[in-house]
């Protein structure tokens, strides 16, 4: 089998970078340009104020620089330029009922202000709500809903996602229908009176698809439907679901935004305010909530997501043209070849494609078994996100909780394999795998 990795994979933050210089040195030259003198008539119809204000307003920051500082300050008392970790679980208030800020770390603690804060920035949402986990922050969407509702989503989603909704709130009276969701006439004829939610995961969980946010938010919409996105693989760095309309976005912050496998945690970004305010009362009664060192080790996370995410895609990227003229690979699942069947919507909606591929062998489960556990470079291991990099086989490890014929059926077979890539050197990485599959294969 033959692919091609994107020929352009300069599609990140550079290009829009470039697009805002010349806005923002355009917006300068008109600013003065010598057409707000004094006419004579004495008369101020607001143009020079107004020149003057443009002139005066800072440039919008770009992503990296935004990823470093957006929802922070130097602390007051101290100066200390990084967030301090707030272990507190209580505040002194100056009179009953009067606290200054905080009362309880459940409700709010500063460090995981701060975290909140940064994430909305980055995802250009207006509120963010930082939880202990991804699933956690799932459990809150749909704490939202009530008895006799109804949910449609993808068919491939990740493990714990389809656990959530069949396992747990099933015996809620919610029901989900699903479906694939690259298929919009099938999603138009899954919704019912009842729905009042579509998630949407893109890329998907683990056979990469792309799914067009702004067409799935406008079905959601036109049924009086919300519509959420699990921007876990992209990142807010390659994709902004809010941009395309989506209501909700979902993150395992466990994944790239921590970067480092040391920390689990989840949040939801929205720009709609009566969203947050039901998110924030679940957030503060469930409990489910990070604690400050996690939120401390997500925000310095954030702070290199963009050098690393570029590093990830680079490597994942010429990964997979490798293994799609591989003679043991059938098929590479990754949205950068232009093989891939949503190749192009990938390119228009994302601004790379990512670390994360899946490729699958002509092997037997048990041969697929041997193949990852055989690495040395690769670990074997279930998450994704972090600088080194994992390989896993959905059949047994993140997709076991789904029956085997609804895998079978939709795509995740035996001899699937997962990886996620990190950033050590891609003639490392590309090695260890050719003789992991040379070894168990020949």
Same mark, same amino acid.
């Given at each position: 089998?033959?692919?091609?990795?994107?020929? +352009? &994979? *300069? $599609? !990140?933050?550079?290009?829009?970078?470039? %697009?805002?210089?010349?806005?923002?040195?355009?917006? /300068? @030259?008109? =600013?003065?340009?010598?057409?707000?003198?004094?006419?004579?008539?004495?008369? +101020? &119809? *607001? $143009? !020079?104020?107004?020149?003057?204000?443009? %002139?005066?307003?800072?440039?919008?920051?770009?992503? /990296? @620089?935004? =990823?470093?500082?957006?929802?922070?300050?130097?602390?007051?008392?101290?100066?200390?330029?990084? $967030?301090?970790?707030?272990?507190?679980?209580?505040?002194?208030?100056?009179?009953?009922?009067?606290?200054?800020?905080?009362?309880?770390?459940?409700?709010?603690?500063?460090?995981?202000?701060?975290?909140?804060?940064?994430?909305?920035?980055?995802?250009?949402?207006?509120?963010?709500?930082?939880?202990?986990?991804?699933?956690?922050?799932?459990?809150?969407?749909?704490?939202?809903?009530?008895?006799?509702?109804?949910?449609?989503?993808?068919?491939?989603?990740?493990?714990?996602?389809?656990?959530?909704?069949?396992?747990?709130?099933?015996?809620?009276?919610?029901?989900?229908?699903?479906?694939?969701?690259?298929?919009?006439?099938?999603?138009?004829?899954?919704?019912?009176?009842?729905?009042?939610?579509?998630?949407?995961?893109?890329?998907?969980?683990?056979?990469?698809?792309?799914?067009?946010?702004?067409?799935?938010?406008?079905?959601?919409?036109?049924?009086?439907?919300?519509?959420?996105?699990?921007?876990?693989?992209?990142?807010?760095?390659?994709?902004?679901?809010?941009?395309?309309?989506?209501?909700?976005?979902?993150?395992?912050?466990?994944?790239?935004?921590?970067?480092?496998?040391?920390?689990?945690?989840?949040?939801?970004?929205?720009?709609?305010?009566?969203?947050?305010?039901?998110?924030?009362?679940?957030?503060?009664?469930?409990?489910?909530?990070?604690?400050?060192?996690?939120?401390?080790?997500?925000?310095?996370?954030?702070?290199?997501?963009?050098?690393?995410?570029?590093?990830?895609?680079?490597?994942?990227?010429?990964?997979?043209?490798?293994?799609?003229?591989?003679?043991?690979?059938?098929?590479?699942?990754?949205?950068?070849?232009?093989?891939?069947?949503?190749?192009?919507?990938?390119?228009?909606?994302?601004?790379?494609?990512?670390?994360?591929?899946?490729?699958?062998?002509?092997?037997?489960?048990?041969?697929?078994?041997?193949?990852?556990?055989?690495?040395?470079?690769?670990?074997?291991?279930?998450?994704?996100?972090?600088?080194?990099?994992?390989?896993?086989?959905?059949?047994?490890?993140?997709?076991?909780?789904?029956?085997?014929?609804?895998?079978?059926?939709?795509?995740?077979?035996?001899?699937?394999?997962?990886?996620?890539?990190?950033?050590?050197?891609?003639?490392?990485?590309?090695?260890?795998?050719?003789?992991?599959?040379?070894?168990?294969?020949?």
């Amino acid at each position: 089998m033959t692919g091609e990795s994107d020929p +352009d &994979d *300069g $599609t !990140d933050a550079d290009e829009v970078n470039d %697009a805002d210089d010349e806005s923002d040195a355009a917006k /300068e @030259t008109d =600013a003065d340009d010598g057409t707000g003198a004094d006419d004579g008539t004495g008369a +101020d &119809d *607001g $143009t !020079d104020r107004e020149r003057d204000a443009q %002139a005066s307003a800072p440039p919008e920051e770009r992503f /990296e @620089t935004r =990823a470093v500082h957006a929802g922070q300050e130097p602390d007051e008392e101290t100066g200390a330029v990084m $967030t301090p970790i707030y272990a507190t679980s209580t505040y002194v208030q100056d009179a009953p009922g009067e606290h200054r800020g905080y009362e309880y770390s459940r409700t709010g603690n500063p460090t995981r202000t701060d975290l909140e804060a940064n994430l909305a920035d980055l995802e250009g949402g207006a509120f963010g709500r930082a939880f202990a986990s991804g699933m956690a922050a799932i459990n809150t969407v749909l704490n939202c809903l009530d008895a006799g509702d109804h949910v449609v989503t993808g068919d491939d989603v990740y493990g714990g996602t389809h656990r959530i909704f069949r396992e747990v709130y099933e015996d809620y009276d919610l029901s989900f229908t699903f479906v694939d969701t690259t298929d919009h006439e099938r999603v138009r004829e899954a919704v019912t009176d009842d729905t009042e939610l579509l998630w949407v995961e893109t890329p998907t969980n683990p056979l990469m698809r792309i799914n067009d946010v702004a067409a799935l938010a406008d079905v959601a919409h036109e049924h009086g439907a919300l519509c959420a996105v699990d921007n876990t693989f992209a990142t807010p760095y390659l994709q902004r679901p809010l941009e395309f309309g989506a209501d909700v976005v979902v993150h395992s912050l466990t994944k790239y935004v921590g970067g480092h496998s040391d920390l689990v945690a989840g949040a939801l970004v929205t720009d709609e305010a009566a969203l947050d305010e039901q998110f924030g009362f679940y957030q503060n009664s469930v409990g489910a909530t990070p604690g400050p060192f996690d939120c401390f080790l997500a925000l310095r996370g954030a702070k290199t997501l963009p050098i690393r995410m570029d590093r990830h895609c680079a490597n994942a990227r010429e990964l997979a043209t490798w293994l799609a003229d591989h003679d043991d690979v059938s098929r590479v699942y990754y949205p950068g070849l232009e093989s891939h069947p949503q190749h192009d919507l990938a390119a228009t909606q994302m601004d790379d494609f990512g670390g994360m591929l899946s490729f699958e062998l002509d092997a037997t489960l048990g041969e697929t078994a041997e193949v990852v556990s055989n690495t040395d470079v690769f670990t074997l291991a279930e998450s994704l996100g972090g600088v080194e990099s994992l390989i896993e086989q959905p059949a047994t490890m993140t997709h076991a909780a789904i029956p085997a014929e609804e895998r079978e059926a939709v795509g995740l077979r035996d001899g699937l394999v997962r990886v996620s890539v990190g950033i050590e050197n891609v003639a490392d990485l590309r090695a260890d795998l050719d003789r992991a599959i040379a070894d168990a294969l020949e």
